[in-house]
Structures are given as structure tokens and as C-alpha cells.
């Protein structure tokens, strides 16, 4: 059970998040308890899908990014992300389990992928206080500049949700995948 109360129907949502949720429903099928939970905030769920949109429109595939987030949320210990990023990892980006548990391990199966994974979760586990090397790595990878920025927004964004999840104690909604070691 989660430390705040969790809007069962969109309709217990502040009416502002009620156009926010209903999006969210039509693009997933259903209302995931994140965004149930978040919609406590309407602005903060303004923000969360705000930025979700914005570099769902970017230069890193849908894979990379599932890939990004399943290493943070391994980094940070986070058993909601791991559960809702494996699922959506498995079922929408098609990664294999192999794949999904070497992202956990903050890697990849896939070359490129590889760099970004790695670099992803060097920013997480250093908290941005990166080597020149690690930089260097992922450059040499073939990412470009602006696909660096991304990489390194979508790590903050998963340590928001991260931190949320694990503040809040969201109840998992998706099968049930659990850190491997504590944060």
C-alpha cells in the first residue's frame, strides 16, 4: 500500500489530471498506479508526461531508452521501474530476457546499445560526476551530441520516477521483478 492515497478512477483525480490520465489510458491501455499517484499533483503529472513526451520524440530508439531505464532502476534499487521497464521492455520493445538482464547489469547484448547503457548507468552510480573516458566511450560509440543530452535525460528522468516510486511505496501493478541489491 502506498503512503499517500492512490486515486482509484481517474474521476478521485484533482480534475485537472483528468485529461492527463484519460491520454495516458488511451496511449497504454490502462492507468499504470505511477501515474495514478502522481496525478495527486496535476502539474507534477503535467511535468513527468511532459518530459516523457519530449524525448519519447528524440533520437534514441524506444529499446535504447527501455534499456536506460532498467539499468537505473537496477542502480537504484528500484522494484516498481524494474517491474513496469521489464514488462514494457519485454512486451513493447521486444527485448529478450537476456537482453533485459544484461541492461539490469547496466549493459547491453546489442553493440551500440552497449555504450549508452553503460554510460547511463555510470551517470546514475557517479550521480553525473563522470571519467573523461566514459564520455569519450560513448562518443566513440557513434552517439551524437544531442543523443548524449538525451541519454543523460532520460537518467534523470528515471531517478525521478525511481525516487517517487520508492518515497511513495507505489504498489506494482505489472509482474513482479525485484532489485537485485539494496540502493
Given at each position: 500500500m502506498s503512503r499517500i492515497p492512490q486515486p482509484a478512477a481517474i474521476a478521485d483525480?484533482?480534475?485537472?489530471?483528468w485529461p492527463l490520465l484519460e491520454a495516458v489510458a488511451k496511449q497504454l491501455g490502462s492507468v499504470p498506479n505511477l501515474f495514478r499517484l502522481v496525478a495527486t499533483s496535476p502539474q507534477a503529472l503535467e511535468g513527468y508526461l511532459g518530459l516523457s513526451g519530449a524525448?519519447?520524440?528524440?533520437a534514441l530508439p524506444a529499446a535504447t531508452r527501455e534499456r536506460i531505464a532498467l539499468a537505473v532502476a537496477e542502480?537504484?534499487?528500484?522494484?516498481y521501474c524494474l517491474s513496469a521497464h521489464s514488462y514494457l521492455g519485454k512486451n513493447l520493445a521486444k527485448l529478450d530476457d537476456?537482453?533485459?538482464t544484461a541492461n539490469r547489469s547496466g549493459a547491453s547484448n546489442d553493440p551500440?546499445?552497449?555504450?549508452a547503457v553503460r554510460f547511463a548507468a555510470k551517470v546514475a552510480q557517479t550521480r553525473g560526476h563522470i571519467a573523461d573516458g566514459d564520455f569519450a566511450a560513448v562518443r566513440l560509440a557513434g552517439y551524437s551530441d544531442a543523443q548524449i543530452i538525451e541519454?543523460?535525460?532520460?537518467?534523470?528522468l528515471n531517478v525521478w520516477t525511481n525516487y517517487f516510486n520508492t518515497v511513495f511505496q507505489t504498489e506494482i501493478d505489472f509482474p513482479v521483478v525485484t532489485a537485485r541489491k539494496a540502493a
Open positions: 483525480a484533482p480534475e485537472k489530471s524525448l519519447g520524440k528524440g542502480v537504484n534499487g528500484c522494484d537476456a537482453e533485459i551500440k546499445a552497449d555504450a541519454i543523460v535525460q532520460h537518467v534523470a
